[in-house]
């Protein structure tokens, strides 16, 4: 069974960091673009970051370039997003989700990920 589990939400400070990992099982992420979501309440599911299958090519928001980084351990079967500089405005629930794919592309929508974890909340506050 194909299952994703997001860990390492919390409350942290403004200016603060976190590093969310994202566990793989029933199956292997080697092939695997992966992305990270995340919806404030009241607001849309939006991209935060996605990386390519072989983490060549990677894509970020507007919102989170310079300060987050996403990144794939094939060996431990993770992901992770790395968020240093957290502001107010990063806290919402942070999804990943993966879909096979063993080429170089990134994969910028919602609708185009095939598994996805329950989420972890990330809440910014002093």
């Known amino acids: 069974q194909l299952q994703l589990v997001e860990f390492g939400g919390g409350l942290v400070q403004p200016g603060g960091s976190l590093r969310l990992s994202c566990v793989a099982s029933g199956f292997t992420l080697d092939y695997y673009a992966i992305a990270w979501f995340r919806q404030a309440p009241g607001k849309e599911r939006e991209l935060v970051s996605c990386s390519s299958s072989s983490g060549g090519s990677t894509k970020y928001a507007d919102s989170v370039k310079g300060r987050f980084t996403i990144s794939k351990d094939n060996a431990k079967n993770t992901a992770y997003l790395q968020m240093n500089s957290l502001k107010p405005e990063d806290t919402a629930v942070y999804y990943c989700?993966?879909?096979?794919?063993?080429?170089?592309?990134?994969?910028?929508?919602?609708?185009?990920?095939?598994?996805w974890g329950p989420g972890t909340q990330v809440t910014v506050s002093s």
């Open positions: 989700a993966v879909r096979d794919s063993a080429l170089g592309y990134v994969y910028l929508r919602a609708n185009e990920y095939d598994y």
